[in-house]
């Protein structure tokens, strides 16, 4: 019987995590850096997207989930998972596949014309 209630505290304490609203994250801008990461400044800003290099190798990033933790996303290593990152005549950027984030928290989510849309 305990193990019954305690399977069920367990999934409705999920069903209402998934209900809470995510913030409504927007990333507006892409920043160049073309020294590299020596550039990065100690704070990211939430709403930019960092790229390090010119053409551009990485896409550093806070995670639009609110715990304020850097994703860091390959743009140009041909031999292991690789995004692309590309703004619309808005300078909204986009990145491309989906990003999928598993540290403490799983975060998996979908960047398109600098709105987040959560999997």
């Not at 507006?28 to 990461?37: P, S, W």
């Not at 140009?76 to 619309?88: C, I, Q, V």
């Amino acid at each position: 019987m305990k193990k019954l209630a305690a399977r069920l505290h367990h999934a409705c304490v999920n069903w209402t995590r998934r209900l809470r609203p995510r913030p409504r994250a927007r990333l507006t801008q892409v920043v160049v850096l073309r020294g590299g990461r020596n550039e990065l400044p100690t704070t990211l800003n939430p709403k930019r997207i960092y790229q390090l290099g010119d053409p551009g190798k990485w896409a550093v990033l806070t995670c639009p989930c609110g715990r304020g933790h850097p994703i860091e996303l390959n743009l140009a290593h041909p031999d292991r998972a690789r995004w692309t990152l590309t703004s619309n005549r808005d300078g909204l950027p986009s990145l491309a596949p989906s990003i999928d984030f598993k540290g403490d928290r799983r975060c998996h989510f979908w960047l398109r014309d600098g709105r987040v849309r959560w999997a």
